[in-house]
């Protein structure tokens, strides 16, 4: 037992600061809106009909969906006590604080197919940790691989965050 908490504990924490560091960066987008004051912000309606647009597969809903999957995969690596359900509810519960802020704090609406749409997104992410858990034949070694991954991926995050919110990249956001 002490050998597993001792190969447990170096990438635990590597984990664990990789998944506060996503979390910081997804407040930033998600509730800061990147610093950014965005006409819409002033939309304070609800919409708790889901997927009430015609068309289902929206950039929006691909967009929530794939925001969502780092903390799903992030859950399945630091939650492995928990059992599916409870990492699930962990993450719906997530998407639920950031559409409730966003309606709170007047920079967005409350939509349930966000909810949704994150949800999914955390689902897909618990999946393919446990896909991944299952390709190495082991848990610690799933854990080390998604981390060599999450470093250089949270670093590009940050520096594509810093670039868009400095107007450096072709792309605009306002």
């Known amino acids: 037992m002490k050998e597993l908490s001792k190969d447990l504990n170096g990438p635990n924490?590597?984990?664990t600061?990789?998944?506060?560091i996503y979390l910081i960066a997804l407040v930033w987008i998600l509730?800061?809106?990147l610093g950014v004051q965005f006409s819409y912000m002033e939309n304070r309606n609800t919409n708790f009909i889901p997927f009430n647009e015609p068309i289902f597969l929206t950039a929006e809903n691909m967009l929530n969906a794939l925001i969502f999957v780092p903390p799903g995969i992030y859950a399945g690596v630091l939650f492995s006590r928990w059992i599916f359900g409870k990492?699930?509810?962990f993450l719906f519960l997530l998407s639920f604080l950031v559409e409730g802020l966003q309606y709170i704090l007047r920079i967005g609406a409350f939509d349930v197919t966000d909810l949704?749409?994150?949800t999914l997104g955390g689902l897909i992410g618990?999946?393919?940790f446990s896909g991944l858990e299952k390709v190495c034949q082991n848990r610690i070694r799933a854990q080390?691989?998604?981390n060599i991954l999450a470093v250089p991926a949270t670093a590009l995050l940050i520096l594509i965050l810093?670039?868009?919110?400095?107007n450096l990249l072709p792309v605009r956001y306002q």
């Open 162 to 166: 810093v670039l868009l919110k400095m």
């Open 87 to 89: 990492k699930l509810c």
């Open 17 to 20: 600061a990789l998944f506060v």
């Open 31 to 33: 509730l800061l809106k």
């Open 13 to 15: 924490k590597w984990t």
């Open 116 to 118: 949704i749409t994150n």
């Open 144 to 146: 080390k691989f998604i």
């Open 126 to 128: 618990l999946l393919v």
